[in-house]
């Protein structure tokens, strides 16, 4: 690890509500996110089971771009709905099945999809997100066969455009492979 990668969020992982998410995530301890927010593909996903011990460093002021430190501060889990960019009636079965051979219910359909799009277009802020689908507009995750495991907007952080997504598969994530996940920035 690089002598200096900034702390970005630490979830408490016993706080976040059970069978909320599509992701496997653990249900005691923390998950530390270490990475640089701004333009730096990578960084460290690190799981503190209940009860380690651990230190808090702090960098020194002669440490090369060192970041502005910020008081802790709670986050609060809320529950929301994602869906990906380009949703199309075809990449639900049950909406085909229900569709098949009829004008008016493939109307429906697609009139659903369209407005489910439009309510989810609506920025309600630009949270921590776990899990859900990524909100990538450049190289969606989805289409590289990632799932995404947390997004962090670096506005959350100290107010910039940029997005920090980090992902891996389905299995790296359920099996805590953490130094396996992929950290991508969007700007």
Do not use: K
């Amino acid at each position: 690890m690089p002598a200096y990668v900034p702390h970005l969020v630490t979830v408490d992982c016993a706080a976040v509500p059970t069978g909320v998410l599509d992701i496997e995530f653990p249900a005691d301890g923390h998950v530390a996110i270490l990475a640089e927010v701004t333009d730096q593909d990578e960084g460290f996903v690190i799981h503190l089971p209940a009860g380690t011990e651990t230190v808090e460093r702090h960098p020194r002021e002669t440490e090369p771009n060192t970041l502005t430190s910020h008081e802790s501060f709670p986050l609060y889990a809320v529950a929301g709905t994602t869906m990906p960019g380009a949703l199309r009636r075809s990449h639900v079965v049950e909406a085909v099945d229900y569709a098949e051979g009829d004008v008016g219910r493939a109307c429906l359909v697609d009139n659903l999809i369209h407005e489910m799009g439009a309510i989810l277009a609506v920025r309600w802020g630009y949270g921590i997100q776990l899990g859900g689908f990524a909100p990538a507009w450049h190289d969606p995750l989805e289409d590289r066969g990632n799932i995404l495991f947390v997004s962090i907007p670096e506005s959350a952080v100290f107010g910039g455009e940029c997005v920090t997504l980090v992902s891996g598969s389905r299995e790296q994530i359920a099996e805590r492979r953490y130094n396996e996940l992929e950290f991508d920035v969007e700007s």
